[in-house]
């Protein structure tokens, strides 16, 4: 057995054992001693501890020094009964602070109880109650919080534990305290009737067995037993006083004292404001000036240090933080940080600041956090940060949108004004400078404010320029969101899915693909536009096909397949028919006889002649679309969609290809043109 383990068992026992066997007045003494010292240790720990949870067992702790004190309690009762002699500690509590007066050592006895009932025992009990009750209350969500954290990978397995521990932890330390403080109640209640007892029984001892008079055995007994009261009911109080320490801490991990310290004499002008205060009584009033004055000058004096202190803290931290900075950027390692590449940037010239400045009114930045959104409804994954800076380098009014640290687009606003668009049946013109709308690089004209009004009455289309902003990054967002979704976000979707379908996932992932080719098929589907947000229909379409071929590109046309709802509503509008262009089915023929298959993937050997001679019939066919002003769609059999998209993609990138298995039955088309070599 462990010597704890050894001592706990011991002073439990030794408790019992008192309530049995007299013991002597030497051993009583030294027993109180102990009792306490053992209180106030208690009482600091709860006074410095930096967190409650570091005296978990405080309650139990309570019950042990709860019962250990009562049982000394019948002891010396027993002693002061049996012989009147109960040792020096009790017989030095009756005379000395008890001044040797039966009066002046009760009435200081009742007030130590009624300072113990009613004031720290009633506080306790009631903050201890209010406390379990608001941190069961507060449980879930808290574990809410937790799981939250790490499923976006805040915080690991081993992390999420600890924290789900310590909330069990705080639960039912606040539990078991809302019970614990009873036993100081009942130790209180218990310490009156033992004095109550005494007093009756020392008087009976007294007068029958030692034949004194009435006075004089009132006056013997009562004095032990007031020392008795005293003695056992001073740890007492002291272990309420822990107590209520214990169960008040507003702060769970913070210094005590400093804290408190800070907290009353932290701010200069309050010490100034009593001072005078001290000051101003002590002269205009008869309280004694030789007290109050002093006392006035001292907290001004105090305060003017205080203010001091935080004008060197100030300083200190000033350079403090220069320091830092200055060796961050000596240390040889810093070059690191200039190895991360933002995913998404958008830099601005000075001009566009005001924009971006939420003091100075501008809303850019919560159009950002609007783009995130848009994007993540419409295409079912989360766009990184973007990041905005300012670059002098940069023309006032222009700016560039960066992906991954390499410019892919610019544009250039003017200050103050609106972008005016022609929609096409406007015949009346206004006045304005020439521009292009740097989205889609349409025929636009800048115009003052003054001229809005007018331009929009004519039918024109007027935008401001946070919107032109916010419109071409959204466009750049989505022609390169298949770059953008990183194996880790990935994870992130599959972490998010598994909580809903646990079963689909462990039978998906890894078992059948890894994460990796579960990003490609993704990408994919991105890069031509197709919405993941269906990640369900996705995986479930991917657990049944990744068992016969692991292709990538196989299986995203296995996904696009069972997407076909999304895919039909986005391209073919209810109730319309739906012009589109079809590819001849001896072009397909050629297309599947020049696939090559290898451990890499298929690719295609078709004769460049050809290949050339296809992509000139496309063109005609996709002019004719777009003369009516429609987009240009080609429907294509099932296997050579992909090929198709392959062999057309650097020639009309915002061609859509889509296969017969991805329309909807109830979807009317109808074929303007075919694709063929004739």
Known sequence: MKKADMGIALYLLAAVIFFIIPIPSVLLDVMLTINIAIALIVLMNALFVTEVL?????????????????????????????TGDPGNVVRTFGEFVGGNDL?????????????????????????SEVTARFTLDAMPGKQMAIDADLNTG????????????????????????????????????????ITLINMVGGLAMGMTRQGLAIGDALNQYGILTIGDGLVSQIPSLLISLATGILVTKASKEADFGDTLIRQLFGIPKVLYIVGIVLIFLGITTPLEILLFVPMGIVFLVVGRSVDGSISMEAIEEEVDMAEEQAEEIRRPENVVSLLQVDPIELEFGYGIIPLAD????????????????????????????????????????????????IQVTEGEILFDHYMAMNPGFVEEEIS??????????????????????????????????????????????RTHIDEL??????????????????????????????????????????????SIRDLLTIFETLAD??????????????????????????????????????????????????????????????????????MASLETEVAKLENLGKNAIIITSPIVRMYFKKLTEDYFKDLIVVSYNEVESNIELQSVGMVSLS
Request: hydrophobic share 40%; no cysteine.
């Open 358 to 405: 939420v003091n100075q009114g501008g809303d850019l930045l919560d159009r950002v956090v609007m783009i995130r959104r848009q994007i993540a409804l419409e295409l079912g994954t989360v766009v990184p940060i973007i990041r905005l800076r300012d670059n002098i380098q940069l023309n006032p009014n222009q700016y560039i949108i960066k992906i991954k640290g």
């Open 485 to 530: 979704l990183s194996r880790q976000d990935v994870q992130n979707l599959i972490n998010n899915i598994k909580e809903a379908q646990p079963t689909l996932v462990d039978d998906l992932i890894p078992k059948l693909l890894g994460v990796g080719e579960v990003q490609k098929i993704l990408q994919n589907l991105l890069r031509e536009g197709i």
């Open 154 to 193: 805040v915080i690991s397995e081993k992390q999420a534990r600890e924290r789900r521990d310590k909330i069990q932890q705080e639960s039912s330390f606040f539990g078991a305290m809302d019970g614990a403080t009873k036993y100081v109640k009942g130790d209180a209640t218990v310490g009156i009737i």
């Open 545 to 614: 096909h990744a068992a016969t071929t692991r292709d990538t590109d196989v299986l995203t046309e296995y996904a696009r397949q069972s997407l076909k709802r999304a895919i039909s509503s986005k391209y073919f509008p209810a109730n319309e028919v739906t012009s589109v262009i079809t590819l001849d089915p001896k072009i397909e023929q050629d297309i599947m006889g020049s696939v090559k298959q290898t451990e890499q993937g298929a690719y295609l050997t078709l004769d460049p002649e050809k290949t050339k001679a296809i």
């Open 54 to 82: 570091d005296m978990s067992f405080f309650p139990t702790l309570l019950l042990f020094t709860t019962i250990f004190r009562i049982s000394l309690n019948v002891s010396s009762t027993r002693l002061i009964l049996n």
């Open 432 to 477: 304005g400078i020439p521009t292009f709308e740097p989205s889609f690089h349409l025929p636009a004209l800048w115009i003052t404010e003054g001229q809005r009004e007018r331009a929009e009455s004519l039918g024109y289309t007027v935008v401001d320029p946070p919107s032109i902003i916010a419109t071409h990054l959204t466009e750049v967002i």
């Open 103 to 127: 009066i002046i050592g009760a009435i200081i006895f009742v007030v130590m109880i009624l300072i113990q009932l009613i004031v720290i025992n009633k506080g306790s009990e009631r903050v």
